[in-house]
């Protein structure tokens, strides 16, 4: 006897025939402007090359600002628009209407001239930049960080080498151990193998920039059946309803804006950082500088994802025995890396989270 009934599957295949059609409908009327991301107004205040610097406007009154500026490092393989993807999904409008005063990176894409910009243009140039103009503007001696996945390890490693210019430095989803096992992308990366996998220094020889596209895919197939056929299929559940397919387009745009990588600084972070895991060694050189944790003595808090396949937990959760601080917190919540910033139920609690521990460090 056969384990199905042939007008059950009929039945079923009739009816994701019809969300198609009525979804293709629904699709077929949403427009580009209704897929729109960031609706926290912002102001472009300082230029470097291709990288600008936001402010976003309080949505406090003046005198219920905090009075130490918010300065957030995002990575440079996806657009930092996500943490403000929406109204009712944004890290940013709910530590603005906490009372932060905001400023953001936003990196930019780099253009084919921009193969040669390394690690040390991005630290110690233009997140020191942006440090520097914020310091000047508001008239301040340190700032608080907040660095987000590799902006984290950006974060850590301009603390570490300025850290009278950070009153207080949080790190969200930020690698720190790179040679943990559990991490598929650690290992596709080489961590301690005697024969990497891959040859950074000819793939830049080969393409210069690193193409953004490859990147993504390569993200992709980390779990090519969740974050392909299993998504695709789950939208057949949503289709029909004209918002949530809009910010599920939304999350596609995002997800596929990928701007290529500077070839210089990609390959000195696969070789020093995946490769070497120089971080937690002491061995990362920037310039003629080197990168010792121990040097962030100033308050930090530690943020991870517990459901992370990006940067697994156990790369994370070591930074307390490296920094040189006595003032350390650490936070986890129950959402994988991008749930950070559009579960509606981790935004209820990271946020607080955030507001509530600085403003106990004024």
Avoid at 76 to 90: A, G
Avoid at 287 to 312: C, F, S, W
Wanted: with cysteine; net charge negative; hydrophobic share 40%.
């Amino acid at each position: 006897m056969l384990p199905f009934r042939f007008d059950e599957v009929t039945e079923e295949l009739l009816e994701m025939n019809r969300k198609m059609v009525e979804g293709l409908k629904v699709l077929s009327g949403i427009r580009s402007e209704d897929i729109q991301f960031g609706t926290s107004e912002k102001e472009a205040v300082y230029q470097q090359d291709h990288i600008t610097l936001y402010r976003y406007k309080p949505l406090v009154p003046e005198k219920d600002v905090f009075p130490i500026p918010l300065l957030i490092s995002y990575a440079l393989v996806n657009r930092p628009y996500m943490v403000d993807l929406q109204e009712d999904r944004s890290l940013v409008r709910n530590l603005l209407e906490m009372g932060i005063d905001i400023y953001l990176i936003d990196w930019g894409y780099p253009a084919r001239n921009d193969q040669w910009i390394s690690l040390e243009d991005y630290v110690q140039g233009y997140v020191g930049g942006c440090v520097d103009y914020i310091r000047e503007a508001r008239d301040l001696e340190s700032i608080n960080l907040l660095g987000i996945c590799q902006g984290g390890v950006f974060s850590m490693c301009y603390t570490a080498l300025n850290p009278e210019k950070i009153k207080n430095l949080i790190v969200m989803v930020a690698p720190v151990d790179f040679h943990v096992r559990d991490g598929l992308l650690n290992v596709w990366m080489g961590c301690g193998a005697s024969t990497p996998p891959v040859n950074p220094e000819w793939m830049v020889d080969a393409l210069g920039n690193i193409p953004g596209d490859l990147m993504n895919f390569g993200f992709l197939m980390l779990k090519p059946f969740e974050l392909g056929l299993q998504k695709y299929l789950g939208l057949l559940d949503i289709i029909e309803d004209t918002q949530r397919s809009v910010n599920f387009l939304r999350m596609e745009k995002w997800i596929f804006d990928s701007p290529d990588q500077a070839g210089a600084a990609w390959s000195q972070f696969v070789q020093d950082f995946y490769m070497g895991n120089k971080l937690i060694n002491g061995e990362v050189i920037l310039g003629d500088q080197r990168v010792d944790l121990k040097n962030i003595t100033m308050p930090v808090l530690n943020l991870y994802a517990e459901n992370d396949h990006l940067v697994p937990p156990s790369s994370s959760v070591v930074l307390k025995d490296y920094v040189g601080t006595n003032d350390y917190a650490v936070r986890s919540f129950p959402a994988g890396h991008i749930g950070m910033y559009v579960s509606g139920r981790i935004q209820k609690e990271l946020p607080p989270t955030i507001a509530d521990w600085l403003k106990a460090r004024p």
